[in-house]
C-alpha cells in the first residue's frame, strides 16, 4: 500500500502508474473493500494520511478539507459552532470523506438535505492522466460551468481521484419542524450510488476522457470491460 499526501505527490503517483500501465485500488481508510465488483489492481494507492481542514467559513457556511479526512473529524471540528455537514452514511463516523462523496453514500439526513451530490460545492481531483482539475468553488453561489463536480460523485474513484473536497455546512440549531416540508421520498434509510454501469457508451467517452489508460480502481463497477 502507497499512502500518499498532497495534490502534488498524488498527481505524480498516478502519472507515473499511467505511463507504466499500472493499476490501481483507490482507497481511504480500506473499511468497505468488499464494495462493487473486485478491482483488478495489485497496487493500493491510500489517502488515509492526507486528511485535515484546508479552510473553514463558519459564516458563508463553507468548508474546505482534504479527502482523507474522517466524518469524525469533521464533526468535532463543526460542533464547536454548532454546525454539521448532512453526510450520515452507513458505516458510523470513522469513514473519509473522499470515500464518502466517491461512492455518493448516503444516511437519513438525505431526506431532508438530499445526497452528497447536494452537499459538495466543489473539489480538486486528479485525473488518471496525472492532470489537476479543481471544478466547483468555495461559495455556495457557484453553478457556473460543466458539473465535473457531479459526474466524479458516486463515480467510485473510476474517472479520477478526489483529495479535496469543499461541503456545504449546516447549523444545528434549525429547528425540525421549519424544515419537514422539505422531506423527500428516498428508496431507503442509507444507500450508496451503485457501483454498475448504466449507460456503456458515455461510461467509455467518461472514461477515455478523464481515465485513458484505465488504471483507476479498474473492474469495481458491475457491467465493465
Not at 59 to 81: H, I, K, M, S
Not at 106 to 132: C, E, H, K, N, S
Request: net charge positive.
Amino acid at each position: 500500500m502507497v499512502r500518499m499526501r498532497g495534490d502534488t505527490e498524488i498527481a505524480s503517483a498516478i502519472h507515473d502508474a499511467g505511463a507504466a500501465r499500472t493499476p490501481l485500488r483507490i482507497v481511504g481508510r480500506g473499511t468497505w473493500l468488499g464494495a462493487g465488483a473486485p478491482v483488478a489492481a495489485e497496487t493500493t494507492l491510500s489517502l488515509v494520511g492526507d486528511a485535515g481542514i484546508v479552510a473553514y467559513a463558519p459564516d458563508d457556511l463553507t468548508v474546505t478539507v482534504r479527502a482523507g479526512t474522517t466524518l469524525r473529524e469533521l464533526a468535532d471540528a463543526l460542533a464547536r459552532r454548532d454546525q454539521w455537514v448532512a453526510l450520515d452514511p452507513d458505516g458510523g463516523l470513522d469513514g473519509t470523506i473522499g470515500a464518502t462523496v466517491a461512492t455518493c453514500s448516503y444516511g437519513p439526513a438525505a431526506a431532508l438535505f438530499g445526497t452528497a451530490r447536494d452537499q459538495v460545492l466543489g473539489m480538486t481531483v486528479v485525473l488518471g492522466t496525472g492532470d489537476i482539475a479543481r471544478p466547483g468553488g468555495r461559495v455556495v453561489k457557484n453553478v457556473a460551468g460543466f458539473d465535473l463536480t457531479r459526474v466524479m460523485i458516486g463515480a467510485w474513484g473510476t474517472l479520477g481521484v478526489i483529495t479535496e473536497v469543499t461541503l456545504r455546512v449546516r447549523s444545528r440549531i434549525m429547528r425540525r419542524d421549519s424544515i419537514a416540508h422539505m422531506r423527500r421520498q428516498m428508496p431507503a434509510s442509507h444507500g450508496y450510488r451503485e457501483p454498475a454501469i448504466v449507460n456503456a457508451k458515455l461510461a467509455a467517452a467518461l472514461r477515455a476522457r478523464f481515465d485513458p489508460f484505465g488504471i483507476l480502481n479498474p473492474g469495481i463497477m458491475r457491467g465493465a470491460e
